[in-house]
């Protein structure tokens, strides 16, 4: 392949398979998928209360003076939280658990192990499930944000500069 | 000014879309959103294998979450690239709740149309499909990466480089031709001035 791009208009197949669609409304098709969303409401909080429950494991597990060498697989449950309680109109436990990846993958990035960050994160993910309170959602949010911010990887101070896109 | 929702016409009935993602939670939501909106035509993989196997065929629309490990990643360039891939120019949207730093460079050369971050609803997915629908953006290829142009606009080669574009005109502007505009000149191409129609 030359080192010249080459640029194109390929045929978009999608703006054609969309043209070819029914009449049907994007006001009936959001209705009807907020109703299929609320058949598996059930399954997500199912997901939701067990992925927890795997954290709070995990964090039992942790040697309480040493690193854990389970912190991807921290991050593969954190991160399938991520976008299930929302379903479940639990969106606090999705911010913690976004702000949890954001901490496991600078420590992952970094080679470093700290087990309060994530207790803390594992912490709050149990108690924003019960509490009902707004104002008390964000304190606890709030809080998360601020170890978010000690431990996340920060592009300023981290990221190796890449390459120019195309 | 948004249009109405009720007079817009959307429906996937007629679409084409396959979704690769290895979390079957996952996968059911966005699942359930798809089968909303009338997707009839729709293949489910978790594994990239099983999508390269349903790539044989022709897709309107990809979704790929690339995963905890980001492997799913590797699944674009592979459809983008690929000599035997039917999907060279096929709409792919990355669904993901967070990208780890290490694969960030991963997800924009990958060759993907859009990344979506979760969490899904009905109203962003319709969004960004309408808006793949839209997209006039051309299809890029070079040694480094295939898929659509990342520059939504496009306002010549940075300064002080050579364009890689084949199309790119040389930076060097030459000689003035006429004499600088006068200050007067200039404020007075700013200047509101009433007119008569």
Redesign the interface.
Known sequence: ??????????????????Q????????E?????????T??AG??LQ?VEEAIARLEQLIADWPADGGSDRL?EF??IS?????????VDL?QI?VA??SL??VL??M??RGIEFREPVAVHVGAMRLLRNITNPTDSQHVIDGLLKVRKRFA?D?LV??KP????? | MQA?????????????ILILDA?P??M??LS???????AKNLYKCTTIEDAKLAAQR?F??IFVDP??SGDGYEFIPWLRRDPSSRN????IMVVT??T???RI?SA??SGANFVLA??????K??AR??W?????R????????VGP???FKFEGP?QGLEG????DLSADLGNASQPNMSQADIDALMQPRRITL
């Open positions: 392949m030359s080192d010249k791009a080459k640029f194109f208009k390929p045929v978009n197949r999608l703006a054609g398979a969309l070819d669609g029914t009449n049907r409304t994007l006001r098709g959001i209705r009807a998928a907020d109703r299929n969303l058949y598996i399954d997500c997901h991807q991050y593969g991160l399938s939280i991520i976008g299930v309680a929302s379903v969106p999705d658990a976004k990846c954001d993958d600078g992952i990035t990887f592009p981290d990221a890449v390459g120019r896109p195309a | 109405d929702p009720g007079s817009i016409k959307f429906s996937l009935d007629r679409t084409s979390d939670m996952s059911s939501i359930q959103i798809l089968a909303g909106f009338g022709e309107d629309l995963g905890a060279k120019f096929s709409s709740g967070h780890q730093s290490t460079t924009r050369d979760k969490p899904l609803t009905p109203t997915i319709s499909i309408g793949l629908g839209r997209d006039k051309q299809h890029v290829e070079c040694q480094s990466y142009d990342r520059r940075p890689r574009r084949e199309g």
